[in-house]
């Protein structure tokens, strides 16, 4: 069974930087993708980034692009999201996800996703 657990959380100035962690255990993910989505107060679940566990082909929503960054450690079983530059607006919970077919398909929709984790809250202080 797999099982994602999501740290480093915790509230920021706007500026700011946090690098949150997502520890996968259960199986291997060759060819699987990892995924950071984020869920504000009264709006849908969205897509921020993600990665393919083998190779490393990543993709980021244009709102993150250029202030935010997926990594994995396969040693380590765990997928990293550094963030700088925070803004208000990126306060979400955010959450890690794991996609059994990769980066097919529509892959930004949170509905396409098969394992998630608990989530993190990211709050940014203006």
């Known amino acids: 069974q797999v099982q994602l657990v999501e740290s480093g959380g915790g509230l920021v100035q706007a500026g700011g930087s946090l690098r949150l962690s997502c520890a996968a255990s259960g199986r291997t993910f060759t060819g699987y993708a990892m995924g950071w989505f984020r869920q504000a107060p009264g709006k849908e679940r969205e897509f921020v980034a993600t990665i393919v566990w083998s190779g490393g082909t990543t993709y980021y929503a244009d709102s993150v692009k250029g202030r935010f960054t997926i990594s994995r450690d396969n040693a380590k079983n765990t997928v990293y999201l550094q963030m700088n530059s925070l803004r208000p607006e990126d306060t979400a919970v955010f959450y890690c996800?794991?996609?059994?077919?990769?980066?097919?398909?529509?892959?930004?929709?949170?509905?396409?996703?098969?394992?998630w984790g608990q989530g993190t809250q990211v709050t940014v202080s203006s």
């Open positions: 996800a794991v996609r059994r077919v990769g980066l097919t398909g529509v892959f930004k929709t949170p509905g396409a996703w098969d394992y």
